[in-house]
Antibody, heavy 120, light 105 residues
Framework: EVQLVESGGDLVQPGGSLRLSCAASGFTFGTYSMNWVRQAPGKGLEFISYISPTSSAIYYADSVKGRFTISRDNAKNSLHLQMNGLRDEDTAIYYC?????????????WGRGTLVTVSS | VLTQSPATLSLSPGERATLSCRASHSLGRSYLAWYHHKPGQAPRLLIYGASNRATGIPDRFSGSGSGTDFTLTIGRLEPEDFAVYYCQQYDISPRTFGQGTKVEI
């Protein structure tokens, strides 16, 4: 069974940093691209970042470019999101998701998410 | 931009639900997905490529449409189907999600 479990969410002050992790199991992690997607309170889903299986391709949404860094450790079946320079508008539930890239690029399995609150 | 309608759909178990997702530009490859989401749970992929059911998804869920107009139909609502449904287009960069349709009892 595919499982994705996010962790690392917390309350942090504006300008602060946080590192999110996603533990993957039930599939060959190193052969799949992965995404981070977030949902702010009362808002819809927003793509944040993408990483290819070997980390050779990485993309970011404009809203986080230059502040967030995605990475992965295939040996440990884990995905990470380093978030620096956090702003109030980064408050959201952050989901990691497995990505299918055979016909287009969409998420087929998601975790339950981890809550990041940016507030003074 | 993806516009979902209605924002809220009030129905009873056993009824049929029809959800709409309209794109501001034509999705030539029909790269559109639908997701089911309940608060506190992981979003679940229902449909990809506009009309293909994901693995394990019951056949009461069906997707249709092309161009700019897409529809998710739930044949007979089960209790677990009361949730928020999002459409997502991955045809045109940047990929975008709709704002969601809440299906409530």
């Amino acid at each position: 069974e595919v499982q994705l479990v996010e962790s690392g969410g917390d309350l942090v002050q504006p300008g602060g940093s946080l590192r999110l992790s996603c533990a993957a199991s039930g599939f060959t992690f190193g052969t799949y691209s992965m995404n981070w997607v977030r949902q702010a309170p009362g808002k819809g889903l927003e793509f944040i970042s993408y990483i290819s299986p070997t980390s050779s391709a990485i993309y970011y949404a404009d809203s986080v470019k230059g502040r967030f860094t995605i990475s992965r450790d295939n040996a440990k079946n884990s995905l990470h999101l380093q978030m620096n320079g956090l702003r109030d508008e980064d408050t959201a539930i952050y989901y990691c998701a497995r990505v299918i890239t055979t016909s287009g690029w969409y998420e087929d399995f998601w975790g339950r998410g981890t809550l990041v609150t940016v507030s003074s | 931009v993806l516009t979902q309608s209605p924002a809220t759909l009030s129905l009873s178990p056993g009824e049929r639900a029809t959800l709409s997702c309209r794109a501001s530009h034509s999705l030539g490859r029909s790269y559109l997905a639908w997701y089911h989401h309940k608060p506190g749970q992981a979003p679940r992929l229902l449909i990809y490529g506009a009309s293909n059911r994901a693995t394990g998804i019951p056949d009461r869920f069906s997707g249709s449409g092309s161009g700019t107009d897409f529809t998710l139909t739930i044949g007979r609502l089960e209790p677990e189907d009361f949730a928020v449904y999002y459409c997502q287009q991955y045809d045109i960069s940047p990929r975008t999600f709709g704002q969601g349709t809440k299906v409530e009892i």
